[in-house]
């Protein structure tokens, strides 16, 4: 999606009603294209978003949850034209633990593609390939000799498992089979998983050829020399790999988890890097959520949850480069580093009001200094307007859920009344409504439910109020059982319970005169 005018602001409802009256059911109150018109009464924050989107700045947005920060985040990504690079990691053969970074430009990775298609290859049945080549696509069970799909794990005809350990034959004692029973030189991959290819000789003409086996879905693709040459001389003579392709989603979200999830890693590899046996630091290499958001927007959900993993996110937007290495000091990985991997993202994170403090201030500086803070609101006036909003949310929400029927007028009246109450009760604002849109949607949810299972060609507004019932929080339900919160706890407790616990106190025990000095 091409980027907005710079001109551009919070884009009014285009609902052609003009009043609620004029809503008949939710099927014909029409649904923004523009994602950013979907979120619902946060002015402010969807004009400094598009703001954001052309300008390529960030944003940390404060609030309670439920109240439209990761759709924003995500309306914002819809946004941002596409990315314009692929980013390959490619061996590097004089010290293969330090792989170096290509960035190609989507018409280079485009020529590419076309130019593969280009490399011809013999389609072959697998029956027709080398027994032992088979079997490493993952073709020929080596127990019983059955042919079946490599993406079947397990043989269909002896219900064992098709791969074994590489090199060793079933019932072999032969540890080097693979180097010195024949002129077929295969190369293995670690695991015993099945192969995408097979490399090995083999006799033409009198003359030794190298070629390869490729699987081709239910066939096999040979490659001769010659192909296989054209296609060395497409991949510049150094293998790689990808690491962030060119046809992603700009959206990226993540949760800080993990260092290897947010930074990246280097997957272990038992063998080393054995360039027989092992596989290369180049193709156990992981990219990180900081990567993958490479010319996109990178979500961060509770930011202060991160840690002290804030502050490589500091060094990321700071330099838009951040090196991925092995995370694990006890891995094959922790040897492995690839230097100036490109990360250059929007940072849109989310923050609840009580944990703002938990961010550090060079990464609040950094994304004051670069973009916008914003506290997004919890309620919206109580206008016909905005009423109308709440009705395009209903609209939007039985749309995207898919399964729900439509809902009528009064039904959307229903749950207008109900925004209003959760704004006095939740918020203490009279004449407002709701924007804790996510439990609204929830329960626009549980009514839909409802009618669905009642058979209902419609959500009523009977089904709304039904579902305001079975909705409660489960505080609510407590209150309304026992009393009151700690009376549902004094219940949950058994009475041999409370006496292991010392929960009575002395004079309330059941036995209490039987204990001189009381039940302590």
């Known amino acids: ?50 703001v954001a989107a052309y300008q390529h700045r960030h944003l940390l947005l404060v609030g309670p949850p439920g109240i439209g920060k990761s759709m924003t985040a995500q309306a914002l990504a819809l946004h ?28 280079e990775v485009y020529r590419e593609r076309e130019a593969r298609r280009t490399i011809e290859g013999e389609l072959i049945s697998p029956t027709e390939a080398p027994a032992s080549v088979a079997e490493r696509l993952g073709y020929r069970c080596p127990r019983c ?48 998983n099945p192969m995408e ?14 070629v390869a086996y490729e699987r081709s879905g239910d066939k096999i693709t040979v490659l001769d020399q010659r192909a296989l040459e054209r296609r060395r001389t497409l991949q510049k003579e150094s293998p790689r790999k990808i690491l962030v392709k060119i046809d992603r989603t700009p959206f990226v979200m993540a949760t800080g988890a993990s260092e290897t999830e947010l930074l990246g890693d280097v997957r272990h590899d038992p063998y080393g890097g054995h360039p027989q046996l092992g596989t290369l630091p180049y193709e156990r290499t992981i990219p990180g959520a900081i990567h993958e958001a490479h010319e996109g927007v990178l979500f961060i959900d509770e930011l202060p949850h991160l840690g002290h993993l804030q502050r ?21 990985g922790a040897s492995v580093r690839v230097d100036n991997v490109p990360c250059d993202f929007i940072l849109v994170a989310a923050s609840n009001i009580q944990d703002i403090h938990g961010i550090l201030s060079p990464l609040r500086s950094r994304i004051a200094g670069g973009g916008y803070e914003v506290l997004l609101e919890t309620t919206m006036p109580d206008t016909e307007s905005n009423q109308l909003k709440l009705a395009q949310f209903t609209a ?50 549980t009514a839909g439910d409802l009618a669905t299972v009642a058979g209902s060609q419609y959500l009523e507004a009977a ?58």
């Open 145 to 192: 000799s059955f042919y079946s799909l490599p993406t079947e794990r397990y043989c269909p005809s002896c219900g064992n498992i098709k791969q074994v350990v590489p090199g060793i034959a079933p019932g072999s004692g032969n540890p080097f089979r693979d180097l010195v029973g024949g002129i077929l030189e295969l190369t293995v991959s670690p695991g015993g």
């Open 396 to 445: 939007q929400e039985i749309a995207t859920d898919g399964r729900l029927r439509p809902a009528t007028r009064e039904a959307i009246l229903e749950l207008i009344r109900e925004a209003r109450r959760r704004a006095e009760a939740y918020d203490g604002r009279r004449n407002a409504l709701t924007l804790r849109l996510r439990e609204l949607g929830g329960l626009i949810r």
């Open 312 to 332: 490589h996110l500091l060094t990321a937007m700071q330099e838009k480069r951040f090196p991925i290495s092995g995370r694990n000091p006890q891995s094959g």
């Open 197 to 210: 290819s097979v490399r090995t000789t083999r006799l033409r003409n009198g003359v030794e050829e190298v």
């Open 80 to 107: 941002l034209e596409r990315p314009r690079t692929e980013i390959r990691i490619v061996h590097n053969p004089e010290n293969p633990e330090r792989p170096s970074v290509e960035v190609v430009g989507r018409e």
């Open 1 to 50: 999606m091409s980027e907005p005018s710079p001109s551009s602001s919070v884009e009014p409802s285009r609902s052609k009603f003009t009043s609620l009256d004029d809503i008949q059911t939710s099927e014909g109150i029409p649904i923004p294209s523009d994602p950013l018109g979907r979120v619902i009464g946060q002015e402010k924050a969807v004009e400094l978003a598009r």
């Open 463 to 520: 089904h709304v109020r039904e579902a305001l019932q079975r909705a409660r929080s489960i505080e609510e339900q407590i209150r309304a059982t026992y009393g009151s919160l700690q009376g549902g706890i004094q219940k949950d407790v058994t009475e041999a319970q409370r006496q292991s616990m010392g929960y009575y106190h002395w004079n309330e025990h059941p036995d209490a005169g039987s204990f001189p000095g009381g039940y302590g």
